[in-house]
Every structure is written in C-alpha cells, then in structure tokens.
C-alpha cells in the first residue's frame, strides 16, 4: 500500500505542477487533408517541427499539435507521407489551421528537408522511435522478421539450426512478451508466435512504430518489455504500381507487386501480393543437415481505403490470404517415403492462414478533437508439422475488437481516451497425438488520461480492467511521463503491469527439433496446468539532442527493468529433456543502452550503440544467465547518399556492423564427451552492407552481402551423426548457419 500511495502522491504532483506551464507560448492548431468541400478533417501523425532544430511534435489522431514557441526560430516544417510538405513563416504564438495537398494530385513536390529515416520525439510521453520506409530500405528486408537489422533497439537472434527463422527480442526478452500489433491490433501471437513475423512482407509495410516499456492500456494488457506496431502502406498514398524483385546465391527467390487504384472521391483500393520460393539445397558446413529450409509462400491482401470528409468518417478493410511451405532436415530427406521413418531425419512446416479486419473511425465535424473509433479482426491459422517423429499440429481461431472513444478535458492539453475490449482465442493443438485443445475468452474496459505540455512536461496514465476464463479477473495500470529539463532534452520514466497465458509449445517450437524429452511440472494450473506469467516493467529514458561541427546529433540513455511475479520457466539445462513449470524463487532482465546519432558530413549518417544485459532466472538447478544471451552487444550502421538529382537519381550506401559478446550456452556436461558444448560461446561479429542505384524515380537497382566476415556456428545440429540419437538437438544457436551471401534485387514504381 506505501509503494501505491507514493505513485497516487507522485502522479498529484506532477497534475499540480503542469498547471503551472499552460500559459507558456506555443503554437498550436490542427493539420488537415485538403478537400473539395473544405471539411476540418485532421491528419494523424504528421510532423511538425522547427527548421534546424531538435523542437518537434507529431499530430494526434484528431490531427491537432501544440509546439513551444521560440523567436530563434521562424520556419515551421510540416510534412506527411503522401502529402506535399510546407514551410510556415511564424512570427509570434499563434492558432494555426493548415491543409496538405496530396502528392499525387501535384505535378511537382519541393521537399523543404529530409526525413529521418529513424525519429525520437522528444516530447511524446513514451518512448517511442519511428522506423520509417527510407531505414527498411537499408537493408532487403524481403519479411518483417529481416526489418530490424538497422534498428539498436531491436535484437536479432536465431532461433535453430534448421528452419532460418530469426527471433526479435527487445530489453533482453524475447518476442512472446513483445505485444506486436498491426495497425493497432494484435496481429503475431498463439500459433503464430514462432513464424508470424516471416507472413508480413516488407514492402507492405509503410513505417513501424517501436515502444521500449510498459504500452498503452488501450492495446491490451500482455505488453510486458514494450509494443511493436505496424503500419501497412495505404491504397490513396502508395504508388499506382511497385515491383519488387529479389533473388540471391542461396537460391531465394521474392516477388512483390503491389496494384493501387483510386476508385472514387472516397473509395481507394489495393492488391498486394508476395510469393517467395527456394528449392535449392544448401549444406555449408557438410554435416548432411539443410542450411536453410527448401519452401515456398504465396501471400495476398485486399485493402481497401474509404474517406468522407463531409461526414468525418474514415474506415480500412483488409482481407488476406496466406499459404506457407516449409521442409528442413537432412539434405537427402524425402517426405513422400522417409516422412515417419528412420531412413533420413526430416521436417515438414505447412501454414495456411487467412484474416480480415475492419478499422472504422469518425471524427466529429464540429469537434475535431473528439472522435470515435472501432476496429474487429478475425482470423484462422492452421499449421500442421512434424519433427522427425515429434507431430504438432495448432488449428487458432481468433476474433478481436475494440471499440475507443476519444475527447479533451477542458482543453486540448488534457486529453482521455476510454473504451471496450474483447478477444476469443480457440486452440486445437495436438502434441503427439496429445490433445491440449482450449478456449480462452477475455472481455475489458479501458481509460487512460494524457497531459501535454510540450515545452515541459507530458504524461499518460491509463488503467485497464479485464476479465479471463482463464487468468480470472485482474487490473494492469500503466504510466508515463516526459520532462523537458533543458533545451534539446527529454527525460522519461515509466512502469506498468504485464499479463499473459503462455504458449509454451508454439512459442518454443524449435525444441520439437531435438530428443529431448517434453516435461510439465506444474498440474493445478488452468494453462497446460501451468498459472499465468505476470510481470512489472521499469524504465527511465533520457534523450539529448546536441550539434557538433555544426551537424545535428543526439544520444540516448535508456535503463529498464522487468521484475517477474509469476513467469512460465523454460528450462533446458538437462539436454536430454526440457520442463516447463512457474517460477519458484526470483527472475528478471536489467537492459542498459546507449546510443548515439550523427550526421557527421553532409548525408553521411553515423548510429551507434551499446547494450548490456543482466538476465537470470531461478532455475531448478539455482540462479543462472539466460541461454544464448549475449551480456554486450555493440551495434554501428553508416549511411551515405549522394544529392538527389532533378529525376531522383542518387547512389546510397549503407553498412551494419553487431558484435556480440560470450553467450551462456545450455548445461551438456552430461551429454557423452563427442556431444558436449563449451560453457560459453566466443564472442563474433557480424558485417552487412548494401549498395542502391536509383536511376530515377520509378526505378533502382540495389546490391548486398550478409556475413561478410564468413562466420558461422560450429556443429549447430548437436548428434548430427545420429539424428534419432540421444543427443540430437538443433535448438543450441548462437551465430549464422550460412556464411557469406550476396544479392541482387530491383525496384520499379509508377
């Protein structure tokens, strides 16, 4: 009760002292799309900020800002994806009600200054950085999974020795306790958890928006290390026609089209689709195991766009098919006679999916600061595999919606959003020919409170309740607050509550790939007879933004903690099994980052960071690291682009560089003298680098390599000798598989 009262008096504080600024100057007002019939409609997410400064913001949903005021600068900057940017000259604090033009209606568009391809804000209340479509350009980011390799605050990991799945984790946890959404609603997790982030292609995707800490309650309540959320490309602003081609030495081969047309005044639509094919064996390493899976996946999706801006309603509806082919083993495997026997060790991983949402929004035309929103999403995910004689077939069928209000408190500077929830998930899954088939069901309401006073101070504090058949019924508060101490400066603190029901067998699937045997310990649970993961999350962000040698820059500072209650334990120190039970005792992951930004030359951009880990858990066997957990990671990318000419035409460069220190690898001292590891692995680092020719606007060549340095894992596939051994397992992978690979791809757009 002392720990709630100190938050209840910290949070009064700070109420009391934000009052204390609302007469301060600003600029203030609402930015909108041009229409025919000159409606106050706003736009969302543009940018806002002052010419040759580190003083920006971002539109709300409702379009509307506020900027502090400084008579050290006069130029406001306004831009947004799709829409002609514009230069304000702004002489004194003031209202300010301005429309964009869309692009594609304009012969010519002037860009007043360049994008970033990566943005902090400085005075949004949690911390949040935007990827935006010119960083996923940095590398062929061919699926969701391959769109972080340029991003610090993203870790990417592999996930075995067999499949060429990589696994995302961020503060030191990984992607299961990631709430990843797409377009706000949640998109990878049950049975997609394991290959989910490989079924979003990446030029389908416009920008991705990364939350390190504790979410937004309005998301659900599972967010435990932070919130991945992305937004697809749109019908109205995407290109008529893009093609996207990629192939490289390993045999992959991607296609990407993407058909836009405008239908009417208010109804755009778009097809996309994506295929991808590799049927070429690769065996590096020669231990008779594939490097990479042979497979193929078809992807399409329907988008539709609809505008009213008399009526103030805006709606998305999006319809998506998805089939995806997997088979991985050992290279002479031949599932039509070997499938189930002891003649060769093999796998099949066979995906179908299909998924709709609708997304509908109104604003009020007399009230633009006050809108209504609603969005429902179903899907169906069926997965039917096989692990040499391990079988794990998932049917989940999921069904969400969200209904949202949004409005002020007296003014614009107090702002609440509040509304309802609900989430079905039916599960059939089959576990050698084990049935663990339930029904999760869950029904909340939220409210959350924003304060926003950009010069000095912001916060969101929000509080949601929902009720589980499952996890009964809980509450998980979330906070966050920004202060500004001085100019080019932003200081950030948060906590908030995470819950969760674990999948433990889709979300560790590469274990399937091993003879351990499968172990739960727990049985009075209502999960696999296992209680719920609760966690808390901590964090402090401190963000500078400076100038050296007249070029801008910024560093960043961040701490956080996530402190386990309850937590589902994945223990596979006995090689020759692996338990699952909750945790009995301590278990947490401290991450520390710092980074760094600069254009050191003119459109030569340096971004470098550090990253420590402390992460452990009370194991049976006592307080140990987590497996495969590098404690240092040191990250560097180098991008340099030439002065675009009048056509668009340019070369940029772009080079990556990770460098990961020992990791902890899993106990196989027991394991016969031939199948045991060391106790750590050695440190290694990773190289890629790309270079694009943009000949003009509608087209561009581009060429890479990835682990240029050739390095890679020895004996990845533990027993490769004897597959249906005792020893067998896959799962132990800390570095690449393949060594050295190039590729090739291009670009057209119209």
Not at 396 to 405: A, Q, T
């Amino acid at each position: 009760m002392n720990t709630i009262n100190t938050i209840i008096l910290g949070s009064f504080i700070f109420l009391t002292v934000t009052t204390s600024f609302s007469q301060e100057k600003k600029v203030e007002g609402m930015i909108m799309e041009a229409n025919e019939s000159n409606k106050h409609i706003g736009l969302s997410g543009a940018n806002v900020y002052w010419l040759n400064s580190q003083i920006g913001t971002m539109t709300n949903e409702e379009g509307l800002f506020s900027i502090p005021y400084s008579k050290d600068y006069n130029k406001l900057i306004i831009s947004y994806i799709g829409f002609k940017s514009d230069t304000l000259i702004i002489n004194e604090p003031k209202m300010i009600h301005h429309s964009l033009q869309p692009s594609n209606q304009l012969e010519e568009v002037i860009i007043e200054k360049k994008r970033d391809a990566l943005q902090k804000t400085y005075f949004s209340a949690q911390n949040v950085v935007t990827v935006n479509s010119a960083e996923l350009l940095k590398a062929a980011c061919c699926n969701l999974s391959e769109s972080f390799e340029t991003n610090p605050a993203i870790d990417v990991n592999f996930s075995d020795a067999l499949t060429g799945t990589k696994q995302i984790q961020m503060l030191g946890l990984t992607s299961p306790y990631l709430l990843i959404t797409q377009e706000n609603i949640p998109m990878v997790r049950g049975a997609s958890q394991a290959y989910g982030l490989t079924f979003t292609p990446g030029t389908w995707v416009e920008s991705i928006q990364i939350t390190k800490g504790a979410g937004s309650v309005v998301n659900g309540y599972e967010s435990i290390s932070g919130q991945i959320n992305t937004e697809l490309v749109k019908p109205l602003t995407d290109k008529t026609i893009f093609i996207n081609g990629y192939a490289n030495k390993n045999g992959r081969l991607e296609l990407n089209t993407h058909f836009n047309k405008k239908l009417t005044d208010k109804w755009s639509t778009g097809l996309y689709v994506h295929g991808n094919r590799r049927d070429q064996k690769e065996d590096g390493n020669k231990d008779g195991f594939l490097d990479t899976p042979l497979g193929n996946q078809l992807n399409v999706m329907n988008r539709w766009q609809y505008q009213n801006p008399e009526k103030g309603w805006v709606s998305f509806i999006n319809v998506r098919f998805l089939n995806d082919e997997k088979q991985v083993g050992q290279t002479d495997f031949n599932p039509k006679i070997d499938k189930f026997t002891t003649n060769s060790w093999g796998s099949e991983i066979n995906t179908r999916r299909f998924d709709t949402s609708l997304k509908l929004g109104y604003v009020f035309p007399e009230l633009p600061f006050q809108s209504i929103g609603f969005q429902t999403a179903y899907s169906i995910h069926r997965q039917d595999s096989y692990f040499g004689f391990n079988q794990y077939n998932i049917n989940h069928e999921s069904i969400y919606s969200n209904m949202l209000f949004n409005s002020i408190l007296g003014d614009t500077q107090n702002k609440f959003k509040t509304g309802i929830s609900f989430a079905y998930d039916g599960y059939q899954e089959l576990v050698n020919n084990q049935d663990y088939s339930r029904v999760d069901a869950s029904a909340g309401a939220f409210f959350e409170y924003s304060y926003d006073n950009l010069e000095k101070i912001s916060l969101t504090a929000g509080i949601r309740v929902d009720t589980h058949n499952r996890l009964g019924t809980f509450i998980t508060p979330r906070f966050h607050i920004r202060y500004t101490p001085w100019e080019k400066a932003s200081l950030r603190g948060s906590f908030g509550r995470g819950k969760r029901a674990a999948n433990i067998f889709a979300e560790n699937q590469q274990l399937f790939a091993s003879s351990r045997q499968i172990q739960i310990l727990n049985n009075d649970g209502k999960i696999y007879g296992l209680e719920p993961e609760d966690a808390w999350n901590y964090g402090v962000s401190f963000l500078q933004g400076f100038t050296f040698l007249n070029r801008p820059g910024n560093i960043t500072f961040d701490f956080y903690k996530t402190d386990f209650k309850n937590q589902v334990v994945v223990d596979w120190e006995n090689p020759y099994e692996v338990s699952f039970y909750n945790l009995d005792g301590k278990s947490y992951a401290n991450s520390f980052q710092v980074e760094v930004n600069h254009e050191i030359l003119p459109r030569l951009e340096l971004r470098t960071a550090y990253k420590y880990y402390d992460v452990k858990t009370d194991y049976k066997s006592g307080k140990l690291q987590k497996p495969l957990q590098a404690q240092n990671r040191f990250f560097a990318n180098l991008g340099f682009e030439t002065s675009a000419k009048d056509n668009g035409a340019q070369w940029r460069f772009d080079y990556t560089v990770h460098t990961l220190g020992k990791q902890r690898l899993p106990n196989t001292s027991s394991n016969p003298l031939a199948y045991q590891l060391k106790e750590f692995a050695s440190p290694y680092s990773l190289m890629n680098a790309q270079i694009t020719k943009v000949f003009t606007n509608a087209f561009e060549l581009y060429f890479g390599g990835e682990n240029l340095t050739n390095y890679t894992q020895d004996n990845p596939v533990l027993g490769a000798d004897n597959p249906f051994g005792a020893n067998f397992d896959t799962s132990i992978v800390y570095a690449p598989i393949m060594g050295r690979m190039f590729y090739a791809g291009f670009r057209f757009k119209l």
